[in-house]
């Protein structure tokens, strides 16, 4: 069991350079405190969210010294296959081994028209990234051609530092688990489905996976709030939850609603009652075991601050909070 934290803020939480430090600053206590990785993630086109995953990692890689580092995801049909692959390779020659990518086809078309990348495509750009990424990354030289990319006799320099540098695909369709399954080391969920969606699509990962003789892995991306009594958490946390939830509503990473027809209908109730880990140290360690005993999680990715809040300060206690009294039960 690991755990792992995954940064989100953008332009709206404030001034960009005060917040990337921020980032960093949480990073570096992530890395302080035992946490297994520092992720980053990214939308191109959202006050919300930077868009540039991989400099954040190299500057994250620069600060630290343990942790895992990279992206839970990267919008990997935006990238050219090849240069990401080389920059990818070159994150894991630089942090000592410590590379862990992550990649999404992207919900959003605004990300697309943002880069001049057609939305329909981002599912078959994805496949095929994801197969010229490991071809890259385990030949010395290689050619591929597909329907969106061509590239003859082609050498990535440097190869990554692992021997076996991991590829984990993000996925909530059918179609997105079996491409996980069959191009993936790993299967990662969306931050907000219940636990009773997670364990129907790892069940179908899993057997996706066992048909391509694999044996699957499943890592769960979830926000996560400690706090020492349920009304300190709803004090600090409560107002975030629920407008966070409301807005992935509205941009339709959440379908698994029976009953809301808008976003005013969410209550916070339905936000923590099996979506986040939320509450007190106890609470929250139920709910992770909950999540690997229903769905079989084997690595949380955490989210600790809403790009709306809450404050720095509070989110590096929320983070050693989870360190000193969650994580040390497993």
Request: proline share 4%; with cysteine.
């Amino acid at each position: 069991m690991g755990f792992g934290v995954v940064f989100t803020q953008g332009v709206v939480s404030g001034d960009p350079y005060r917040v990337g430090q921020e980032v960093l600053e949480q990073a570096t206590a992530a890395d302080r405190l035992g946490f297994d990785a520092a992720l980053t993630t990214e939308h191109k086109h959202s006050t919300e969210y930077f868009g540039s995953a991989l400099p954040m990692a190299y500057a994250i890689a620069a600060r630290t010294e343990r942790v895992r580092v990279g992206t839970s995801v990267a919008l990997g049909p935006l990238y050219n296959p090849v240069e990401l692959a080389q920059d990818a390779a070159m994150l894991d020659q630089i942090s000592g081994g410590r590379l862990f990518l992550g990649l999404g086809a992207g919900y959003l078309e605004e990300d697309f028209t943002t880069v001049g990348v057609p939305f329909t495509e981002r599912a078959g750009r994805l496949d095929e990234t994801a197969r010229i990424v490991r071809s890259a990354w385990t030949n010395e030289r290689f050619s591929f051609s597909g329907e969106h990319y061509t590239f003859d006799d082609v050498s990535v320099i440097p190869k990554p530092l692992q021997a076996h540098a991991p590829l984990h695909l993000g996925a909530w369709t059918p179609g997105g688990l079996r491409r996980a399954a069959r191009l993936g080391d790993g299967w990662i969920s969306n931050a907000l489905m219940s636990v009773d969606t997670m364990a129907q699509m790892a069940s179908a990962y899993r057997d996706e996976a066992a048909l391509n003789d694999k044996e699957g892995h499943v890592s769960a991306v979830r926000f996560c709030w400690p706090a020492r009594s349920r009304e300190e958490g709803m004090r600090d946390f409560g107002d975030t939850a629920l407008a966070m939830v409301r807005t992935l509503w509205e941009y339709g990473a959440i379908g698994d609603m029976p009953g809301v027809r808008s976003a005013s209908d969410i209550t916070i109730d339905d936000a923590v009652r099996d979506r986040i880990i939320f509450g007190t140290p106890d609470e929250c360690a139920e709910s992770i075991r909950g999540f690997q005993d229903t769905a079989g999680v084997q690595d949380f990715l955490l989210i600790f601050r809403h790009p709306t809040g809450p404050g720095q300060a509070k989110v590096l206690a929320a983070m050693e909070l989870f360190a000193t009294e969650v994580a040390k039960q497993f």
